[in-house]
């Protein structure tokens, strides 16, 4: 199974983009990257995801690189609200289940 | 409702007792997980259910635990012989199918067990 690696922890201005990086050099061609996040006591949420190309929604945006070995998870204007532990996962193709690591946790500050 | 329903929302047990935690996933939605977090950790995959398949049981860390999903709905998570390791906060999820944007996972707010 491909894994990820992210920095354990990040700080981010209000109104500045925030932009979390995630390296999963062993992810096989036909793997998914996708991204949550986990607010405190809340469950997490979904992002976004993405295969080659990049990705953009109402949320953010995904930066996938070439050789598909890293990702960016960008947040174009960081919010207080958007303090909280983002991770990044890799979907192996022969299971549905999502293994999720122990993220970025991202503080926004005023 | 509109999404994952899991109860009770919190829960209380002496250790040794037995303790029973429910999701309602969200209608037509044919995949559900289990996943457990401890306090301050990441998300450890319990179990996972897909349609009428056998599922994916292996995550469960013993063999106190264990589930069950009735009509293809409702789905029961049980420990038995409760154990102080086993607080955690219990989070389920559901998706709608495999692949592709069907793959996203919607979660309940979870169900907080504590073992004293």
């Known amino acids: 199974d491909a894994k990820t690696t992210q920095p354990t922890s990040m700080d981010c201005a209000e109104g500045r983009a925030a932009n979390l990086p995630c390296n999963h050099s062993?992810?096989?061609?036909?793997?998914?990257v996708y991204w949550y996040r986990q607010i405190h006591s809340q469950g997490p949420q979904y992002i976004i995801h993405?295969?080659?190309n990049n990705e953009t929604n109402e949320m953010a945006s995904l930066i996938i690189t070439e050789d598909r070995k890293s990702s960016t998870l960008i947040l174009p204007h960081a919010t207080l609200r958007d303090t909280a532990v983002y991770y990044c996962?890799?979907?192996?193709?022969?299971?549905?289940?999502?293994?999720f690591g122990t993220g970025t946790r991202l503080q926004v500050f005023p | 409702g509109a999404g994952v329903s899991q109860s009770p929302s919190n829960k209380v047990t002496e250790k040794g007792k037995d303790v029973e935690l429910r999701c309602d996933p969200i209608?037509?939605?044919?995949?559900l997980y289990w996943y457990r977090q401890s306090l301050g950790q990441g998300l450890e995959f319990l179990i996972y259910?897909?349609?009428?398949?056998?599922?994916?049981k292996s995550g469960l860390p013993s063999d106190r635990f264990s589930a069950e999903r009735t009509g293809g709905s409702v789905s029961t998570l049980t420990i038995q012989r409760t154990q102080q390791e086993d607080s955690a906060v219990y989070l389920c999820?559901?998706?709608?199918?495999?692949?592709?944007?069907?793959?996203?996972?919607?979660f309940g707010s979870g169900t907080q067990l504590s073992v004293l």
């Open positions: 999820a559901s998706s709608l199918a495999r692949g592709g944007t069907n793959e996203k996972l919607f």
């Open positions: 062993t992810i096989s061609g036909n793997e998914y």
């Open positions: 993405g295969l080659k």
């Open positions: 996962i890799v979907r192996p193709y022969n299971t549905d289940k999502l293994i």
């Open positions: 209608s037509g939605h044919t995949a």
């Open positions: 259910f897909q349609g009428n398949s056998a599922p994916d």
